[in-house]
């Protein structure tokens, strides 16, 4: 009887790391299923999150075929009982979809929203031009005055299922937002998925970040035999050489958001000389 009530207790604590870290970490909504979405939500699954899947057809054959894809820790349901249920919510939404999509999810007071899209179009020249006067991130946050809306910068979806093929460092990714928290929350889910995660600073800065990824479309519209992904890496030339009296830091500089990195660790300053002594 003692050896039954054993091995009834070890098979009870015999639960995969997956189970564990999904039952402490927060539940992530992907809205959307195409591309973006069904790249992301099984990795972020495998990174030990709940996944669920806001899809406008939840019984459609291609989210089930995801959900199995996924895993057992994820479920789809709508679009917004997917983000109410969730502490994030991950907008992998187009434009011009994405303005209806953002207002439509219910009250997200609280929640943190992400934003991974980029709305561009075709001008008149034949190059790429964005559709907003802002960015997309400040607009879904004018929408959602309560939330706390972050920028997330993703290579083409094939990098996020291959990030390797990028180098060790995996793809770049810039991160930007209001909130120091929410921004440290997308960062740790950028480097679980294998991406490289930097601070790009706050959300207004997300207009730079949009128009990265004009530039980055530039090739592919001209039909040129090779196309681009922001790879930045770490220097610590300029932390060695600049002053002071060149430039104020930001007012919150004594309380920046932590990232981890997969960048190398600076090198000692002494083997720069400043050029403007």
Request: proline share 8%; charged share 25%.
């Amino acid at each position: 009887m003692l050896r039954f009530g054993l091995a009834i207790l070890l098979s009870a604590l015999v639960i995969s790391p997956t189970t564990v870290l999904s039952q402490d970490r927060e539940k992530v909504a992907v809205i959307g299923t195409g591309d973006m979405g069904n790249s992301l939500g099984p990795k972020l699954a495998a990174s030990g999150y709940s996944v669920i899947y806001g899809s406008r057809d939840p019984l459609k054959a291609s989210v089930q075929e995801l959900l199995e894809k996924t895993g057992a820790h994820s479920t789809a349901t709508t679009q917004r009982e997917a983000a109410q249920a969730a502490d994030i919510v991950l907008l992998a939404v187009p434009w011009p979809p994405m303005e209806h999509v953002a207002q439509n999810l219910g009250s997200l007071d609280g929640k943190i929203i992400v934003d991974v899209s980029f709305p561009i179009r075709q001008a008149e020249d034949g190059y790429p031009e964005s559709t907003v006067a802002t960015s997309s991130a400040e607009l879904i946050q004018g929408w959602n005055r309560e939330a706390k809306v972050v920028k997330w910068s993703l290579p083409t979806a094939y990098y996020i299922d291959n990030p390797s093929e990028l180098g060790a460092h995996g793809p770049i990714n810039l991160i930007a937002a209001d909130d120091r928290r929410a921004k440290e929350v997308v960062a740790k889910m950028s480097y679980e998925i294998g991406q490289d995660p930097i601070d790009a600073g706050p959300l207004r800065m997300s207009r730079e970040i949009e128009g990265l990824i004009r530039l980055f479309m530039v090739p592919i519209y001209q039909r040129r035999d090779f196309s681009w992904e922001v790879m930045l890496r770490r220097t610590d030339f300029w932390p060695c050489v600049w002053k002071d009296d060149w430039s104020k830091p930001v007012p919150n500089n004594d309380d920046l958001a932590e990232f981890p990195t997969r960048q190398p660790p600076p090198g000692p300053c002494n083997d720069y000389e400043n050029p403007w002594q």
